[in-house]
């Protein structure tokens, strides 16, 4: 055993040509090669100039907006979908939220039901830009999305899943992290999302960060920066929007900014060692977008505004100090952090006074929009203010081939999406994640003669990002591939006497035990499992399935691995470790103290086991 330290028929959707016609100067068909943040803008300001200066008010204003909307179709959803967008929105469908308040972006969610299948989103994609296309400015618009990968991914099977940020981080490889960038981003491109919200520059340095976490590539501002900048140029390499998030940083919170507002506590001096550099190198590697943080940042504005609202964060920090002249975007509108303070309606409008730019998913977009609406109106919003902003969106719709070619089509959907060399890519570089935390006896790795009746335990959360799931079944049919026997007795995240008791009965006569924990430190009911099992005199072997920190709760195991994420990516390739077939590589990306003692660290950042 060595010890090391050292880391998704042009579809038959149409618009008239003279609408493309409408918006100037035409890319040649070959420039998708040449669409990376080093290539030289295609059109010059001077048209993009134009195209604002014919733009209505209420054109303009719609243009800041990034909206949801449910439904499968742009036109067609089903009837709840509409039900939904009308009890929402006070529109049918995304062709008539287009049409009616002009939105610059539509943000695509699993839960409104816009990502049943590739072809479907590709379909959906450009029926939404047939609808940009038919306005009296015809403008093609910038769908996004949350395709981080691991924990949070909005597109799911059968497109290509790679494993999370800090699985990434614990592989420590610049040219995977690129990889995943250059291959996700190809194929979000080939369905039609040309922004994805993604890397996540922050630096997890709070492992109680409840909203956070393995999201983050890890708690080393070095290492996080330089994997930022890799997956940066890898998605723009494949004419997709990276969105680096968020700003000015939210590794180190214990309050999830979806349900409340989380205060930084960083000193200025602080902020610039930690949080800092994953964005200075994100604007280095020729970002087009930055996401803020609903956060209170004391060091950085003592007025208590959230950064979202913040103008010496946004505009003298990230504008004036760190010199970025990309797209801004807030975080979600609908979120609590950013509400609390101010209405509904003043919300964007402060956003916008305070640097940003695009304005994600308001709760109310009537409400949302109206707001702006009368700002400008009253002069509180001049017009320049109003066209620097477009002209931004505008800049990056045109940087990434929005004007040149708004539609994909059904062809360049299977040609790039999970094809076998991208599953291939995902799974290699998942091999190179998986980190052995311990192994005191060399139990590892598994013998199909030793250990061929394997008993699967422990959490079984839903699965994410459209994978198989749940995770004990992952893992049990991949462990059934390479020779072994299993049997699967899922005991959830807060397994009750009952449970543990039923665990420990069908570990008898086993060979080993494998079980997995998600989040372990909660409740302690994981930690009473594992060491029950480990009581049985079975060897048992400890998967932490989400954070790595939960090896600190526990005792009674006789090996311990950390995937990072319960994905189907990160858990075959955690079985091939187990079964040898794959050698041990990844190091923590973040330290894991001990439990009750933050203060002291069990396993340092770099820590991690061979075979």
């Given at each position: 055993m060595q010890h090391r330290?050292?880391?998704?028929?042009?579809?038959?959707?149409?618009?008239?040509?003279?609408?493309?016609?409408?918006?100037?100067?035409?890319?040649?068909?070959?420039?998708?090669?040449?669409?990376?943040?080093?290539?030289?803008?295609?059109?010059?300001?001077?048209?993009?100039?134009?195209?604002?200066?014919?733009?209505?008010?209420?054109?303009?204003?719609?243009?800041?907006?990034?909206?949801?909307?449910?439904?499968?179709?742009?036109?067609?959803?089903?009837?709840?979908?509409?039900?939904?967008?009308?009890?929402?929105?006070?529109?049918?469908?995304?062709?008539?939220?287009?049409?009616?308040?002009?939105?610059?972006?539509?943000?695509?969610?699993?839960?409104?039901?816009?990502?049943?299948?590739?072809?479907?989103?590709?379909?959906?994609?450009?029926?939404?830009?047939?609808?940009?296309?038919?306005?009296?400015?015809?403008?093609?618009?910038?769908?996004?999305?949350?395709?981080?990968?691991?924990?949070?991914?909005?597109?799911?099977?059968?497109?290509?899943?790679?494993?999370?940020?800090?699985?990434?981080?614990?592989?420590?490889?610049?040219?995977?992290?690129?990889?995943?960038?250059?291959i996700s981003g190809a194929e979000l491109a080939a369905i039609g999302i040309r922004q994805d919200y993604s890397p996540d520059a922050d630096v997890n340095v709070n492992p109680a960060n409840p909203v956070i976490g393995v999201r983050s590539f890890g708690a080393d501002p070095a290492a996080v920066a330089c994997l930022v900048a890799a997956e940066v140029r890898g998605y723009q390499e494949s004419s997709v929007a990276a969105t680096a998030k968020h700003f000015p940083g939210h590794g180190d919170t214990s309050v999830d900014s979806h349900t409340g507002i989380p205060v930084i506590t960083h000193s200025r001096a602080e902020w610039e060692r930690l949080d800092a550099p994953p964005f200075k190198a994100a604007i280095a590697a020729g970002i087009d977008a930055i996401m803020t943080a609903h956060i209170q940042f004391p060091a950085l504005d003592p007025s208590n505004d959230p950064a979202t609202l913040s103008r010496p964060i946004l505009t003298g920090i990230l504008r004036e100090q760190l010199g970025f002249g990309g797209v801004v975007i807030t975080d979600s509108l609908g979120m609590k952090g950013v509400r609390d303070k101010y209405g509904d309606d003043r919300v964007p409008v402060l956003a916008l006074k305070a640097g940003a730019d695009q304005l994600l998913d308001p709760p109310n977009l009537d409400v949302a929009w109206h707001g702006v609406r009368a700002a400008v109106d009253s002069g509180e919003l001049t017009g320049t203010r109003l066209d620097e902003s477009i002209l931004r969106i505008?800049?990056?719709?045109?940087?990434?081939?929005?004007?040149?070619?708004?539609?994909?089509?059904?062809?360049?959907?299977?040609?790039?999406?999970?094809?076998?060399?991208?599953?291939?890519?995902?799974?290699?570089?998942?091999?190179?994640?998986?980190?052995?935390?311990?192994?005191?006896?060399?139990?590892?790795?598994?013998?199909?003669?030793?250990?061929?009746?394997?008993?699967?335990?422990?959490?079984?959360?839903?699965?994410?990002?459209?994978?198989?799931?749940?995770?004990?079944?992952?893992?049990?049919?991949?462990?059934?591939?390479?020779?072994?026997?299993?049997?699967?007795?899922?005991?959830?995240?807060?397994?009750?006497?009952?449970?543990?008791?039923?665990?420990?009965?069908?570990?008898?006569?086993?060979?080993?035990?494998?079980?997995?924990?998600?989040?372990?430190?909660?409740?302690?009911?994981?930690?009473?499992?594992?060491?029950?099992?480990?009581?049985?005199?079975?060897?048992?072997?400890?998967?932490?399935?989400?954070?790595?920190?939960?090896?600190a709760y526990l005792s009674g195991y006789a090996a311990s691995l950390a995937t990072y994420s319960w994905t189907d990516v990160e858990l075959r390739a955690a079985v091939r470790v187990l079964a040898g077939r794959a050698e041990p590589r990844g190091r923590l990306p973040v330290a894991v103290p001990r439990a009750g003692d933050p203060t002291q660290v069990l396993y340092p950042i770099g820590y991690g086991l061979s075979y």
């Open positions: 330290t050292s880391r998704r028929s042009l579809l038959t959707t149409t618009a008239t040509a003279a609408a493309i016609a409408a918006l100037g100067p035409q890319l040649p068909a070959h420039a998708a090669e040449e669409e990376n943040e080093e290539a030289p803008v295609a059109a010059t300001d001077a048209r993009l100039r134009a195209i604002v200066a014919r733009m209505s008010v209420e054109e303009k204003i719609g243009q800041l907006f990034v909206m949801r909307v449910y439904g499968h179709s742009a036109t067609d959803p089903d009837q709840a979908d509409i039900d939904a967008n009308l009890r929402e929105i006070g529109v049918r469908d995304a062709a008539e939220l287009i049409a009616k308040y002009h939105v610059g972006g539509i943000i695509y969610f699993t839960w409104a039901h816009n990502t049943r299948d590739p072809h479907q989103i590709a379909e959906l994609s450009n029926g939404i830009q047939a609808a940009g296309l038919a306005q009296r400015t015809p403008l093609p618009l910038l769908i996004a999305t949350d395709q981080e990968h691991g924990t949070v991914c909005r597109v799911g099977r059968p497109a290509t899943l790679f494993p999370g940020a800090m699985a990434v981080g614990a592989g420590g490889s610049v040219r995977d992290a690129r990889t995943l960038g250059r505008l800049r990056l719709k045109d940087r990434r081939g929005l004007f040149a070619r708004p539609y994909v089509s059904a062809r360049g959907v299977d040609r790039t999406v999970g094809t076998r060399a991208h599953l291939a890519a995902a799974d290699a570089i998942a091999e190179r994640t998986t980190t052995l935390l311990a192994d005191p006896h060399r139990l590892l790795p598994l013998s199909r003669r030793r250990h061929r009746n394997l008993l699967i335990a422990g959490a079984d959360p839903v699965s994410p990002s459209g994978t198989t799931g749940p995770p004990t079944t992952v893992l049990a049919h991949a462990f059934t591939e390479l020779g072994f026997r299993t049997t699967v007795l899922p005991t959830g995240t807060l397994p009750t006497q009952t449970q543990i008791d039923a665990a420990v009965a069908a570990a008898a006569g086993r060979d080993a035990v494998i079980v997995g924990t998600y989040n372990a430190g909660a409740g302690g009911a994981q930690s009473r499992l594992v060491a029950a099992l480990g009581a049985t005199g079975v060897p048992v072997v400890h998967l932490a399935i989400r954070n790595p920190y939960d090896i």
